[in-house]
C-alpha cells in the first residue's frame, strides 16, 4: 500500500513500513500538518497486520530541523500548544509501537529532530551527519524531547548537548549512545541487514520485549512527557521569550546575542 501525503511519504512494502519526512525544502521542520500525517503514518504502520518493521527516513540535507517557530506562534504571540502536544504524541507513539522502529540518518538533525531519533528502538546513521540541540540559542527548552533522550543518553550528556550546543557527529553520536550503528557500507546495505535479522525475530517476541521493556521506564516517561508540557507551557507565556523567538525567526538576534572578547589570560597547563 502507497500513501502520498503532502509532508509525508509512506509505503509498505514486503512487511516494512517506509515513513519518509518530505518537506526538504523546509528542512523537514515540524509543523502542526506535518505531524498530523506522521502520526496518521505511524497509527496505520502499527495497525497493518503485515508490517513487521517500521522504518523512518528523509529526503533532503536535514534529516529534520525540530518544531516549525511559526506553527507554534501562528496566532500571534500567544504560543499554539497543540504542535507540541501533537510531537509528544508522536514520539510517545514511536517508543511504544509494538513494531521495531528503525530510523535511518542521512542528514543533519537540530532540535526536536533528535528527539525522533532517541525514541527510536534502532538508529543508523552516516558518520557525516551532524546532531545538535540548538534550543538555547533560540530561547526554547529542549522539554518535550529530554525525557526520550534520556532513555539514551546520560543526564550529563544531555546537559552538555544543551548547554554547549555543539553538534556531534555520526561517530561521536554512536560513542554516546544515541546511534546505534555507522552505515559504512551505505544506508541501504546497513539497512537491508538490520531488516533481516528482524526478519529472523518472533514479532511477538520482539513486541512482548518492548512492553516488557516499557513497565520499567514507560510509565515514568509518560509522567515526565505531562510533566515537560506544563513546564514548557509556562516557560513560552513569558512575554520576552516569545518575543525574542519571533526575532529569531524573523532574521533578527535575540537580544542575548552578544560577541565575547576573548580573555587573554593564560591557564596553566
Not at 177 to 183: F, Q, R
Request: aromatic residues 10%.
Amino acid at each position: 500500500m502507497e500513501l502520498k501525503l503532502k509532508a509525508i511519504e509512506y509505503q509498505i512494502d514486503s512487511g516494512v513500513a517506509h515513513i519518509t519526512l518530505s518537506a526538504p525544502e523546509a528542512g523537514n521542520a515540524l509543523n502542526g500538518e506535518m505531524l498530523a500525517e506522521f502520526y496518521q503514518a505511524l497509527q496505520n504502520a502499527i495497525a497493518d497486520p503485515t508490517c513487521r518493521v517500521i522504518v523512518i527516513s528523509s529526503i533532503g540535507a536535514d534529516f529534520c530541523t525540530g518544531m516549525d517557530f511559526n506553527a507554534i506562534f501562528a496566532n500571534g504571540s500567544r504560543p499554539n500548544l497543540a504542535p507540541l502536544q501533537a510531537f509528544r504524541d508522536c514520539l510517545l507513539l514511536i517508543y511504544s509501537s509494538p513494531r521495531p522502529v528503525i530510523t535511518c540518518v542521512t542528514g543533519n538533525v537540530t532540535g526536536g529532530g533528535v528527539g525522533i531519533v532517541a525514541a527510536s528502538d534502532i538508529v543508523l546513521a552516516e558518520e557525516n551527519v551532524l546532531f545538535m540541540l540548538s534550543e538555547v540559542l533560540v530561547g526554547m527548552i529542549p522539554a518535550v524531547i529530554t525525557p526520550f533522550l534520556l532513555c539514551r543518553l546520560s543526564s550529563s550528556q544531555v546537559k552538555y548537548l544543551t548547554l554547549s550546543s555543539r553538534g556531534i557527529d555520526g561517530n561521536e553520536a554512536k560513542n554516546w549512545g544515541l546511534v546505534d550503528e555507522i552505515a559504512s557500507d551505505g544506508m541501504n546495505d546497513t539497512l537491508n541487514r538490520q531488516i533481516q535479522r528482524l526478519f529472523y525475530s518472533s514479532p511477538e517476541a520482539i513486541a512482548e520485549s518492548k512492553q516488557y521493556f516499557d513497565t520499567f521506564i514507560g510509565q515514568d516517561l509518560r509522567h515526565q512527557t505531562e510533566f515537560a508540557m506544563q513546564r514548557l507551557q509556562k516557560w513560552l507565556e513569558q512575554p520576552q521569550i516569545t518575543t525574542a523567538i519571533h526575532q529569531f525567526s524573523e532574521g533578527y538576534s535575540p537580544p542575548w546575542f552578544q560577541k565575547y572578547r576573548r580573555n587573554r589570560t593564560n591557564y596553566p597547563k
